[in-house]
C-alpha cells in the first residue's frame, strides 16, 4: 500500500498518549498507532469499538 503524508495538529496531551502507546510495543511509530486508532474508528460505525481495539492490540489485552 502506498503511503501518504499528512499534518496533523494535537494537544501536548494527545502526543504524550500515542507516546505511552508506543511503549507496549505493539505498534511501530505515531503513524502505526494513528493508522490502527482510524481503523478502529472506522469499525465502530458497525459498533463494537472497544472489540475493535483488542482486536487490533491496542488496549484491554
Same mark, same amino acid.
Do not use: C, P, Y
Given at each position: 500500500?502506498?503511503? =501518504? ?13 500515542? =507516546?505511552?502507546? %508506543? ?15 482510524? =481503523? ?10 472497544? =472489540?475493535? %481495539?483488542?482486536? %487490533? ?5
Amino acid at each position: 500500500m502506498v503511503k =501518504e503524508r499528512i499534518s496533523a495538529s494535537v494537544d501536548a496531551g494527545t502526543v504524550r498518549d500515542i =507516546e505511552e502507546i %508506543l511503549k507496549n510495543g505493539k505498534f511501530r511509530n505515531k503513524s502505526h498507532v494513528i493508522e490502527m486508532a482510524i =481503523e478502529a474508528l472506522k469499525r465502530d460505525v458497525n459498533g463494537g469499538f472497544v =472489540e475493535a %481495539l483488542k482486536d %487490533l492490540g491496542g488496549f484491554g489485552k
